[in-house]
Structures are given as structure tokens and as C-alpha cells.
């Protein structure tokens, strides 16, 4: 370990016991994207207290911190706030029962389902640590805590609230993620790390009738079967075989009895690609199978295709990935990897992008070590280990803080500690 690395994570041990109280509090207090109020007075309070230059209310929900100590570069660590309607069944004794009502007024429940409480609660820990330990580093911390990462419209809404003026411009962003890896490991990449995600609504016209009388009708319900089917074979028979891309339905909707044909069905529909050609390629096939599957049915109307979100892929800075790596390699040693090619998706790299600057991402485990290995030996990681985003998606507490507060530590400490 160098000794600025040690000179500043000496303070982790002290702030230990409240990070992981913050941690419980956080996650029994999830708040949906944009509606982050709670948790984003506490992290503004947190950061004021520290002697950060705070500004709050970017984009709605967004904050920023700034610590000015000296010449030298700007880092910008990110994290991001919001949780998921998801109703949690993990068990533990800090699990959210937490409820809100959606923009339709129907009831929800929330959980931090995809670890956004271990983000918030790192980078809290790690503004709190660079605040104490300003003999020991030079330039400038920004700390930047997102709201609404799930609905891809977080990082926009604080750009399009003037981030860029509001905040000094970084030589480089950091951003990590809690993911279903054992606690204690740290993932780096080079190059492509998260995919592209597209969500489409697609609109399908049909004739209804009665049910005894196909006759009179167009049935759009075995329209959407068709198409689905035909979906499946956009990555299965025109993507290469060395090309990533995952299509899924998840959402099909259409008719209320056995006994009527309906006039319209709607699919909602999933797509996940890494590079921008793919992309396009996937989004043409889609439309042209809609379109023409639908002529075949005789659809009295064009189908209607809306896009529902759209993520950017996350694709790292070779130069900036390798600093940070370098700087793993030497802390965590044996803890420190080289990650796979993940299939989930990020709006963080519209923060850097906005800012024209370089980024690396990278990812850290949270899954009991023990567990892990455990389905590791049996091969069942995939049906044994809860994934981000299921209800039972239960980090440990430690070592993951501490492996979360350390790596964006150490990372801004890569350009801030020379
Ligand atoms: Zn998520
Ligand atoms: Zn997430």
C-alpha cells in the first residue's frame, strides 16, 4: 500500500460503525428516481458538515459537493441514489417495507434492489475520508450523487439543469457498481463494460369479434405471438455469433376475456447491445418484423413503435482504466480482477460526455464470500446467487463497504494523490 493511499484510509476504521448505519438507514428509506428527497438532504447535510461546497436540487434531486484543496487535477466520483418497485423478501432486519404511490397513483413497494444504498453510503464514506485528510492530497473532489440511474433519465436531468456550470469541469469521472460478485472483489475493463438498453412499446392493430368468428376479425393477439417468435431469431440467425445482444419481451399485453378477439395488443420489449452499429442494426430489424409480420395479418393499421428509455453503452477509457487498475492491483492484490463484459446498462457516461472528459467504471462484489463460493462448487451460481433487481438481492455489509469506500478511495487517490 502507498503511503498516501494508507495516509487517508487510516480514517476508515473511526467512521467504520456510521457508514454501516447510514448503510441500514438507507436502505430501509428507498426512494423511486427523482423522488430521492430524504436521501438527498442527508448526503447534502453529510457533505456541508464535511466542508464541502454543496449545491443540491441539480435536475431535481441531484447533488454535488466540491472540496478545493490546492492545485492539482479534478476528480469527480459519482453515485448514484434511487431504488427500484421492488417488494423485498430479503429477510433481514433492516429491509425496507417502504410504499409509494406511481404517477398513476397506484401503490408500490420500494427496495434498494440494485445496491444504489452501497454506492451513496461508499461515496459518503470517501468524501468524508478525502475531507480529513487534505495534507495528504492536492486538487480538487467533486462529489456527485445522481438521482433516477434506473429510468435513465437521472444524469440527463441534472445536465440539462446546468451540471456542467454548476460543477468544475473533472479530468476524469469515476463511478463503481455493487454487483453479484463475492464481497471483496474489485473488477476492472477496459473498453466495453455495460451494454446499450433500448425499451420499445410496440402497438399492434388488429379487428375484434367474437371468439367464434376468426372470420370477422384481425387477432392481434396472434399477431404479438408471431412477432415474438420472429424476434427471437434477430440474435439467433442475423448477429454473428461473436456479437453480444440480448432481445427480451417482458411485457405483453392484450384482451379482457376468453370469448372477444381484441382490436390492438402491445409488447414491451428489452434490447442490449455494446456498440453503436449493433445497435442500429437490431433497432432496423425490429421495426421491419413488426411492420411486415403485421402486413401479413392483414393489420388494418400500421403498428406503432415508441421508445420507452434509452442507456447509452459504457464503454471505459483505456488510459484512465488502466491508472485505476494499476492503482487496484497494488491495494487489493489478489482481490483485484479483470471483469466480464456485463449485459446491464448505465446513463453515467452522459455525465462525462456532457463534461467531454474520460471515465472508468468498474465493479465490486457484495455476495457472501462463503455462499459464493459454495454455488461456485455446485455450478449454480446463476440459480443460487440473487441477481440485482430480485427481491432477494441482499448485499453483505462488510467487507463490501469497506471494499466500496476503498476502491473510490483509492481511485480518485490514482490522480489526486501524486
Ligand atoms: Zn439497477
Ligand atoms: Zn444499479
Known amino acids: 500500500m502507498n503511503d498516501v493511499n494508507r495516509a487517508v484510509l487510516s480514517g476508515l476504521a473511526e467512521i467504520r460503525a456510521d457508514l454501516e448505519g447510514l448503510y441500514r438507514d438507507v436502505h430501509q428509506h428507498p426512494e423511486l428516481g427523482l423522488q430521492e428527497h430524504r436521501t438527498a438532504q442527508k448526503v447534502s447535510d453529510f457533505l456541508r458538515g464535511f466542508g464541502y461546497e454543496?449545491?443540491?436540487?441539480?435536475?431535481?434531486?441531484?447533488?454535488?459537493?466540491?472540496?478545493?484543496?490546492?492545485?492539482?487535477?479534478?476528480?469527480?466520483?459519482?453515485a448514484d441514489m434511487d431504488a427500484l418497485p421492488v417488494r423485498e423478501q430479503t429477510g433481514?432486519?433492516?429491509?425496507?417495507?417502504?410504499?409509494?404511490?406511481?404517477?398513476?397513483?397506484?401503490?408500490?413497494?420500494v427496495m434498494h434492489a440494485c445496491g444504489h444504498d452501497v454506492h451513496v453510503t461508499a461515496l459518503v464514506g470517501c468524501a468524508q475520508l478525502m475531507a480529513q485528510s487534505q495534507d495528504s492530497w492536492h486538487g480538487t473532489f467533486v462529489a456527485l450523487f445522481q438521482p433516477s440511474e434506473e429510468n435513465g433519465d437521472g444524469a440527463e436531468a441534472m445536465i440539462n439543469d446546468g451540471l456542467t456550470t454548476k460543477a468544475p469541469k473533472p479530468d476524469v469521472v469515476l463511478a463503481q457498481h455493487v454487483l453479484p460478485y463475492p464481497a471483496g472483489y474489485v473488477g476492472t475493463r477496459p473498453g466495453s463494460f455495460l451494454s446499450a438498453a433500448d425499451s420499445l412499446r410496440i402497438t399492434l392493430h388488429g379487428r375484434g369479434a367474437h371468439g367464434s368468428m376468426p372470420q370477422a376479425a384481425v387477432d392481434p393477439i396472434v399477431l404479438a405471438a408471431l412477432i415474438?417468435?420472429?424476434?427471437?431469431?434477430?440474435?439467433?440467425?442475423?448477429?454473428?455469433?461473436?456479437?453480444?445482444?440480448?432481445?427480451?419481451?417482458?411485457?405483453?399485453?392484450?384482451?379482457?376475456?376468453?370469448?372477444?378477439?381484441?382490436?390492438?395488443?402491445?409488447i414491451e420489449l428489452n434490447v442490449r447491445t455494446y456498440d453503436d452499429a449493433t445497435r442500429k442494426q437490431v433497432r432496423q430489424a425490429i421495426e421491419r418484423i413488426v411492420r411486415t409480420e403485421s402486413e401479413a395479418s392483414r393489420s388494418p393499421k400500421a403498428p406503432e413503435i415508441e421508445q420507452i428509455t434509452s442507456f447509452p453503452p459504457t464503454v471505459n477509457d483505456d488510459e484512465a482504466t488502466q491508472r485505476v487498475a494499476d492503482a487496484f492491483a497494488a491495494y487489493f492484490t489478489d482481490d483485484a480482477h479483470t471483469i466480464d463484459l456485463q449485459t446491464a446498462s448505465e446513463d453515467m457516461s452522459e455525465v462525462p460526455d456532457a463534461f467531454g472528459v474520460p471515465f472508468t467504471y468498474w465493479g465490486i462484489g457484495g455476495i457472501d464470500a462463503k455462499l459464493y463460493a459454495e454455488a461456485a462448487e455446485k455450478g449454480s451460481i446463476a440459480q443460487d446467487i440473487p441477481v440485482n433487481h430480485s427481491?432477494?438481492?441482499?448485499?453483505?455489509?462488510?467487507?463490501?463497504?469497506?471494499?466500496?469506500?476503498?476502491?473510490?478511495?483509492?481511485a480518485a487517490l490514482a490522480w489526486l494523490g501524486r
Open 391 to 410: 427481491p432477494d438481492f441482499a448485499p453483505v455489509i462488510q467487507p463490501t463497504l469497506d471494499t466500496a469506500v476503498s476502491a473510490m478511495t483509492v
Open 92 to 109: 433481514l432486519p433492516y429491509a425496507s417495507t417502504v410504499t409509494t404511490t406511481d404517477g398513476n397513483d397506484t401503490e408500490q413497494p
Open 54 to 78: 454543496v449545491t443540491d436540487g441539480i435536475g431535481g434531486t441531484g447533488v454535488i459537493g466540491v472540496l478545493r484543496n490546492g492545485d492539482g487535477p479534478t476528480v469527480m466520483s459519482r
Open 228 to 266: 415474438i417468435v420472429r424476434l427471437q431469431t434477430i440474435v439467433s440467425r442475423e448477429l454473428a455469433a461473436t456479437t453480444p445482444a440480448v432481445l427480451t419481451v417482458g411485457s405483453i399485453h392484450a384482451g379482457n376475456g376468453p370469448n372477444v378477439i381484441p382490436d390492438s395488443a402491445v
